[in-house]
């Protein structure tokens, strides 16, 4: 398939800055891809679209102050970095200006004995870094680091930010971006569905900066995907596989979820299961795509001609897709990362 079978107009209005006022009162469209049906509710009616026996899918991993603004010690230029994932005793990060940091070329912050030394100009473009000094990086990070808010989010960070872009089960640290379909959920609705006899199964995969990489190859099948790292535990896929074998829906709470689901899955005999264990995973799931595990998935709407949405495309059929976000847009729901909520089954 071509990129430009995923564009659709989105005025720049419909893009939210900031989250609503309370997690759960973001809207919810509904799509039945067996009846072609979209309805409109709000996120707190979650509930109604659930039964018990299904099994929802959350993303466990937290976003940390990925964002260093730093100097040149000797031309006092600015310096950003985004801290990625250690690479053995140093840190993979993406730079700005990147083409002046060269090896060697070392990096300070205000208040801070830190420094950052480039030891390494990556394939990518990225740099390898280590930091020396007096204190600890996880100190520096406490004090300078800003959250990772994405491009289109066009405002600095707020102390609210390190709440809001981060969801209230979030538990173990390394995503330098939100699962964010995970926002929209409170403690209060989380036991709501528990109550009712839905199925809680935990996963983790580390968000990269791939989720904001745009696709610029005509055919889609020619973009490659960054690696992320997954994990799962044998509760986890014990959850998710009783549920399966009991008639239940798995569904997938953001893209993060469905790609971990769909990269840990393993055929035994004639049915796919989910296997427990970690690795790293470069899956990219567009049309036309069989899902193995999958049965319903809960996001939010996604950038034009994005990996993201080609995935959504996948398990709804691209006109359904297309479709739904030509109605979102008409029904000005909020788009990107603190926007609003899709379910989908």
């Not at 989380?190 to 580390?206: M, P, Q, S, Y």
């Not at 992320?228 to 535990?233: A, G, M, N, Q």
């Not at 950038?303 to 000005?332: K, Q």
Request: aromatic share 10%; with cysteine; net charge positive.
């Amino acid at each position: 398939m071509k990129r430009s079978d995923f564009y659709y107009e989105l005025p720049n209005h419909l893009i939210a800055q900031y989250p609503t006022t309370e997690r759960d009162g973001s809207r919810l469209m509904v799509a039945n891809r067996a009846c072609r049906e979209i309805v409109h509710r709000t996120f707190r009616e979650l509930p109604n679209f659930l039964r018990a026996g299904d099994c929802l899918v959350l993303n466990e991993t937290r976003v940390f102050p990925a964002r260093l603004k730093g100097y040149r010690p000797i031309t006092r230029g600015a310096v950003e970095l985004l801290l990625l994932h250690p690479n053995g005793d140093s840190w993979e990060v993406m730079a700005r200006p990147g083409r002046r940091l060269r090896i060697g070329a070392e990096i300070a912050f205000e208040g801070s004995d830190l420094i950052a030394t480039v030891e390494d100009v990556l394939d990518s473009g990225n740099r390898r870094v280590r930091f020396e000094g007096k204190g600890s990086l996880d100190e520096l990070l406490k004090t300078h680091g800003h959250v990772p808010l994405p491009p289109y989010i066009q405002r600095e960070d707020r102390a609210s930010d390190k709440e809001r872009y981060q969801t209230v089960y979030a538990r173990v640290r390394g995503s330098v971006a939100a699962p964010t379909a995970g926002l929209h959920f409170t403690p209060v609705l989380l036991a709501k569905i528990e109550a009712l006899g839905i199925g809680l199964a935990r996963i983790l995969l580390h968000v990269g900066p791939g989720t904001f990489k745009p696709v610029k190859a005509d055919d889609v099948r020619d973009h490659k995907m960054g690696a992320e790292f997954w994990k799962i535990d044998e509760s986890a896929a014990e959850t998710v596989n009783r549920c399966r074998a009991n008639g239940g829906r798995v569904i997938a709470v953001g893209t993060t979820s469905v790609r971990t689901l769909e990269s840990a899955a393993v055929k035994i005999g004639s049915n796919w299961q989910l296997k427990s264990g970690s690795d790293w995973t470069h899956i990219f799931i567009y049309p036309p795509y069989n899902f193995r595990l999958v049965d319903g998935l809960i996001t939010n709407f996604h950038l034009p001609e994005s990996t993201l949405l080609m995935l959504i495309a996948a398990f709804m059929g691209r006109d359904f897709a297309m479709r739904a976000y030509r109605e979102a847009v008409r029904e000005a729901y909020r788009f990107y990362s603190y926007g609003d909520a899709m379910m989908i089954l």
